[in-house]
């Protein structure tokens, strides 16, 4: 009888696994904060987390100036069904629409508000010179199209101007396009009159 509970303990010694030679043994929360790579802090203290860095901030690598060979930055801007193509260089600040003047071409003043405003986002006014190509869709799209090809080429052209103009939301391509039409209805959702009797 005396031999039985001997012989118990030892077999439990044995089952219990023993670490190799420099493998680390979790003992306690020290031991643990040096396995995930965090120091532990004393008792009595409390650590701050620190803060993470600002999205598309300054670790954010820098891009890669991207002009062609008479130096100027080129991109393509789209806007409902309008395409603009966009060509920017340093200039005093002219920005040709189709061979017409601006003034000329976007008559409304709020459509050239709409253009100019990546140049009042990065305090940019008339220091470049924009010659643009634009079709499809109307007015509107069209000064829509222009704002987010100058506004890729802007960002192409000083690269170091890209995070303000991205948080100004001018580099994302808007994608609200006209519903298509359904049949059985006159357009997207309008239904034909109807008479019940």
Known sequence: MADTPETTQDTTAEAAPIPAAGAPTIGSLADLGALTGSAAAP??????AAP??????????LRDKEVDAQGRAYATGRRKDAVARVWLKPGNGKITVNGRDQETYFARA???????QPFQVTEREG???IVCTVKGGG????????KHGISQALSKFEPGLR??????GFLTRDSRVVERKKYGRAKARKSFQFSKR
Do not use: H
């Open 43 to 48: 008792a009595g203290e409390t650590v701050e």
């Open 52 to 61: 993470p860095p600002p999205r598309g901030g300054p670790l954010a690598p």
């Open 163 to 168: 995070l303000a103009v991205k948080t100004a």
């Open 110 to 116: 709020t459509l050239r508000l709409v253009i100019n």
């Open 139 to 146: 007015l509107s799209g069209q000064a829509g199209a222009v």
């Open 127 to 129: 220091q470049y010179d």
